[in-house]
């Protein structure tokens, strides 16, 4: 992410300004909860206009956040090494697939292209010149902040040639990404989303006197939650079908995304032939809505600092709930993709190679200690389970040559 270190004028000016903005925000939610029927939207409501409003949306701002070096730090950005890794497995599925050209690498919340840069940086290292030469990457980004560096920085890295402008619709809201594509973009290669499902919009639910309601947003002197009949039978179907409707306790919250369905429709509209890899916070879903979550995982983020209340500061707080990957796996089965493997990012990057990518590094002639450091203590997060180590990390194809691969039961 972008890091900003404003003077301190500046700072109380973005402060203001942010302050604002969000104020801003919460006139127009409040103006809609005043419109709704029974005075209340459904909280993924709440969310998308909160992350996705088109000019105050946390996800949509271009203007300079007044906490420095933004509200969280992702793995590809803690060190390159993540992206090499990456580059490894991204490899190996382009052999596996025959080595066809063009490759698509379709990366989801590309951001400013951080851990795009460092996979084609992978390629360049491991001496994958051809799969270089072969990469079309193609990035989906909300926020035209980010895409314009990302276009920028491909520029400095003179890697222009492999990358496909994004296209207006390809910038995009949670609805938008939905938008259909044309068949002449499917394409083959490999879907990439880093830290990106956790932020698309979530209803939020209660388990009460043995059923399900839903958690409304409403207006009394401020957001809060009220929880009535649910919006969508698709909430309890969803439940259901992941089957843990059995095991959720009195008053248990759940946050269930909906949204997925769109995603992996889009997903397999672009994608006609390859694999998909996504990572982030998440479980199964029997572990997610299990007894040691019954307040669910919705969070918010600013400042690297954990944020109970999802209604403070809208357009300021980044909000994400954890990803239900058992639903990920059904859903895209039932689009046609084959689930390769659930694991956590601490089994992956070392099963993929993070410890010989290291070695690489420390081998490196003009490495210096302190670029040793940076590399040890980027490793250390990403592998500790207490931190990024307990991510997920979902692979599945979809018409690729899996006879030969072994099949491992996602977990
Ligand atoms: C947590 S950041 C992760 C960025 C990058 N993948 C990484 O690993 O560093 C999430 C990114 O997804 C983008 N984003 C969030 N929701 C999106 C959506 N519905 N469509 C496209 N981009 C989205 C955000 O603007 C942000 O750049």
Request: aromatic share 8%; hydrophobic share 45%.
């Amino acid at each position: 992410m972008t890091r900003h270190s404003l003077p301190p004028a500046d700072r109380a000016a973005a402060n203001l300004a942010a302050a604002g903005r969000s104020a801003e925000l919460v006139g127009l939610i409040r103006g809609e909860i005043d419109r709704a029927a029974e005075y209340r939207i459904p909280f993924s409501r709440f969310m998308e206009l909160a992350l996705y409003e088109p000019r105050l949306g946390y996800y949509r701002q271009t203007a300079d956040r007044p906490t420095d070096g933004g509200d969280f730090l992702t793995a590809p950005e803690t060190h390159a090494i993540f992206g090499w890794t990456i580059a490894r497995r991204i490899e190996s599925m382009w052999h596996e697939m025959g080595r066809p050209r063009p490759f698509s690498l379709i990366e989801y919340g590309a951001g400013s292209g951080t851990l795009a840069l460092s996979i084609l940086d992978g390629f360049r290292r491991h001496g994958s010149t051809d799969l270089l030469e072969a990469v079309r990457y193609a990035p989906i980004e909300s926020n035209p902040k980010r895409l314009a560096d990302l276009g920028r920085r491909f520029g400095e890295a003179e890697l222009a040639a492999a990358l496909v402008p994004a296209t207006p619709s390809d910038a995009a809201t949670p609805s938008d990404a939905a938008t259909p594509s044309d068949a002449a973009t499917l394409t083959v290669g490999v879907v990439l989303a880093n830290e990106f499902l956790d932020a698309l919009p979530v209803h939020r639910s209660v388990f009460r006197g043995g059923k399900l309601l839903e958690l409304y947003v409403v207006w009394r002197n401020g957001f809060a939650a009220t929880a009535a009949e649910p919006s969508t039978p698709e909430l309890a179907a969803r439940l259901a079908d992941d089957g843990v409707t059995a095991q959720l306790e009195e008053g248990q919250v759940v946050e269930i995304c909906l949204g997925l369905e769109l995603w992996l429709d889009d997903v397999a509209r672009r994608l006609a032939r390859g694999y998909l890899l996504a990572i982030d916070y998440g479980y199964d879903a029997a572990d997610l809505y299990g007894r040691r979550r019954l307040a669910g995982t919705l969070l918010g983020y600013r400042g690297h600092r954990v944020v109970d209340n999802p209604f403070a500061d809208p357009g300021l707080t980044d909000l994400t709930a954890h990803v239900d990957f058992t639903a990920v796996q059904r859903l895209a089965e039932r689009r046609g993709f084959v689930a390769r493997s659930l694991s956590t990012q601490q089994e992956f990057l070392v099963a993929v190679g993070l410890e010989q990518e290291l070695r690489a590094l420390q081998a490196s002639p003009d490495l210096t200690l302190a670029d040793y450091a940076r590399a040890r203590s980027g490793i250390v997060r990403m592998l500790d389970p207490r931190h990024m180590g307990r991510f997920r990390v979902f692979i599945a194809g979809r018409d690729v040559d899996l006879a030969t691969a072994a099949l491992t039961r996602p977990r």
